[in-house]
């Protein structure tokens, strides 16, 4: 009976430390601007979204034939065309800040936003 | 002595198909949260039972070919590493907890491996990809608590369904006289 109670409390735990981390990084962040497109893990392209005046879009094109429409507004970028039969990077909708990034896992197409508008230094380089 | 090595290729082969018609059919319902890598994942409940109720050897054949087999299915040679490092993640974690905690809570155990298997997948798409999809880790890891814990209930239920209708016997017989 007891060991039911500690695993329930682990169970507890990993959901209270993951809620605990989305809120923090839902609170402190907000204030990043700069939209980074990678397509098969290479950055394709940088953008100041609080730059953009008027929406535009663009295509990404794998080398495999598969492609997303990428829809860039006034502090907002995401997809509204993708060739993928889940379209899940399309439903998650348009992003403003760095809390989810826009992943497309069969086109391998991510759409993250940060705070500077180079890459940095560190990890980004070595996952590279 | 071979009727029993059939008869536990043959229980093996059928459960294999079972996993992969669960598969087939989960990967048909609609994304619910636009999250990638948020699934029920019901196969689980195939390598589970093989875990609890025969041996691990005959578990883990069964996931493997369920993956190999899904992913030409499937037609994504990219998912098939996901599911592969996921899967054998999970199958090893699943295997340590059902060790460590001598089979029970199920729920437990379904549950460790939801989330180690959210964790391998990560894992994987961060080397194929870049670093920013560990952000989606939290939001994996709740998902596989919710869904871990259901396919573990799950499992579990049939286990004892199957028990009481006498099923459970010849079952574990195929494995244990051999």
Not at chain 1, 51 to 80: M, Q, R, W
Not at chain 2, 20 to 29: A, N, Q
């Amino acid at each position: 009976m007891k060991k039911e109670y500690v695993c329930a409390a682990a169970a507890a735990a990993v959901i209270v430390l993951s809620c605990a981390l989305t809120a923090f990084r839902y609170f402190t962040g907000g204030n990043e601007r700069y939209a980074y497109v990678y397509s098969d893990s290479v950055l394709i392209k940088t953008i100041d979204l609080n730059a953009v005046k008027e929406p535009y879009s663009f295509l990404v094109e794998t080398k495999d034939g598969g492609s997303n429409t990428v829809e860039v507004c006034h502090g907002e970028i995401g997809v509204t065309h993708a060739s993928c039969p889940d379209e899940i990077c399309i439903n998650t909708g348009f992003i403003h800040s760095s809390l989810l990034p826009i992943v497309c896992l069969p086109n391998k197409l991510v759409i993250e936003i940060k705070d500077s508008p180079y890459e940095s230094e560190g990890i980004d380089a070595v996952a590279q | 002595m071979n009727k029993i090595k059939i008869r536990k290729l043959v229980t093996l082969s059928l459960l294999c198909a079972l996993s992969l018609i669960i598969f087939t059919v989960e990967s048909m319902i609609p994304p619910i949260v636009p999250i990638q890598g948020v699934k029920l994942g019901l196969a689980n409940v195939i390598t589970l039972f093989l875990i609890l109720t025969a041996d691990k050897k005959s578990a883990a054949a069964v996931l493997l070919v369920r993956i190999v087999l899904a992913a030409v299915f499937a037609g994504q040679a990219i998912s098939f590493l996901y599911s592969l490092c996921g899967g054998m993640l999970a199958f090893s974690a699943m295997c340590a907890a059902e060790k460590l905690l001598n089979g029970k809570p199920v729920w437990f155990i379904s549950l460790v491996g939801a989330v180690f298997h959210n964790i391998g997948q990560i894992s994987a798409a961060c080397v194929l990809m870049t670093w920013a999809v560990v952000y989606y880790l939290p939001f994996l890891l709740i998902s596989g608590c919710i869904t871990g814990i259901l396919t573990g209930l799950l499992t579990s239920f049939t286990i004892e369904k199957m028990d009481k209708a006498g099923l459970l016997q010849p079952f574990k017989d195929v494995f244990n006289k051999e």
